[in-house]
C-alpha cells in the first residue's frame, strides 16, 4: 500500500517537473556563440584523444612484442 502511494506520488510529481516551463531568457543578453562552439568541439575532441593516446601505447606495445620475438628467433 504504501509503495503504490510512493508510485503515486513519484508520477505526479515527475508529470509536474516534465511540464514546468523553464525560466525566461533575459532578452538583452545574447548567448556567445564561440563559448558553445568551443565546448561542443571539446566533447568531441576527447574521444578522438582517447583513441590517439590508446593507438600510441598499443603501437609501442607491438614494436615491444616483435624486438622481443626477433631476440628469441635469433632473426
Given at each position: 500500500?504504501?509503495?503504490?502511494?510512493?508510485?503515486?506520488?513519484?508520477?505526479?510529481?515527475?508529470?509536474?517537473?516534465?511540464c514546468?516551463k523553464?525560466?525566461?531568457?533575459?532578452?538583452?543578453?545574447?548567448?556567445?556563440?564561440?563559448?558553445?562552439?568551443?565546448?561542443?568541439?571539446?566533447?568531441i575532441?576527447?574521444?578522438?584523444?582517447?583513441?590517439?593516446?590508446?593507438?600510441?601505447?598499443?603501437?609501442?606495445?607491438?614494436d615491444?612484442?616483435?624486438a622481443?620475438?626477433?631476440?628469441?628467433?635469433?632473426g
Amino acid at each position: 500500500m504504501i509503495l503504490l502511494r510512493m508510485c503515486t506520488v513519484s508520477l505526479l510529481l515527475s508529470g509536474i517537473v516534465a511540464c514546468s516551463k523553464p525560466g525566461k531568457p533575459d532578452p538583452d543578453r545574447r548567448p556567445d556563440p564561440q563559448a558553445h562552439a568551443t565546448q561542443l568541439r571539446d566533447v568531441i575532441q576527447q574521444p578522438i584523444d582517447r583513441a590517439k593516446a590508446t593507438d600510441a601505447a598499443v603501437q609501442a606495445a607491438a614494436d615491444a612484442q616483435r624486438a622481443q620475438i626477433e631476440v628469441q628467433t635469433g632473426g
